[in-house]
């Protein structure tokens, strides 16, 4: 399977806004869930978001609701991730990773190893 490839992130100031893409071949989203990981240095990695592209269900980290935004366009075979409000304890690299969850998705949604392929990452930083 190709792997996803994530694009968008850069360097923005506090209170900014960034939005992360990641996008796939038409195939490799079809049914997949898309989930959002961040990882800081030093840190482990952390789940930001998961959305189904089927029906579009959408979980979150509790620590982010409210900031990040995870949407779909599948006629673009694209899943965002609007990020906004951003602080400097939220610069990391963030990473998307395509897998089938299914009815497991609700409860293993931040658990990394239930995704199948993994995109290489994007950098952000905030920082003034």
């Known amino acids: 399977q190709v792997p996803p490839v994530e694009s968008g992130g850069g360097l923005v100031q506090p209170g900014g806004s960034l939005r992360l893409s990641c996008t796939a071949s038409a195939l490799a989203l079809d049914g997949y869930d898309v989930g959002w990981f961040r990882q800081a240095p030093g840190k482990e990695r952390e789940a930001v978001s998961c959305i189904s592209t089927r029906d579009g269900g959408t979980y979150y980290a509790d620590s982010l609701k409210g900031r990040f935004t995870t949407s779909r366009d599948n006629g673009k075979n694209t899943v965002y991730l609007q990020m906004k409000s951003l602080k400097p304890e939220d610069t990391a690299v963030y990473y998307c990773?395509?897998?089938?969850?299914?009815?497991?998705?609700?409860?293993?949604?931040?658990?990394?190893?239930?995704?199948?392929?993994w995109g290489q990452g994007t950098q952000v930083t905030v920082s003034s």
């Open positions: 990773a395509l897998g089938r969850l299914g009815d497991l998705r609700a409860t293993g949604w931040t658990l990394w190893p239930m995704y199948d392929s």
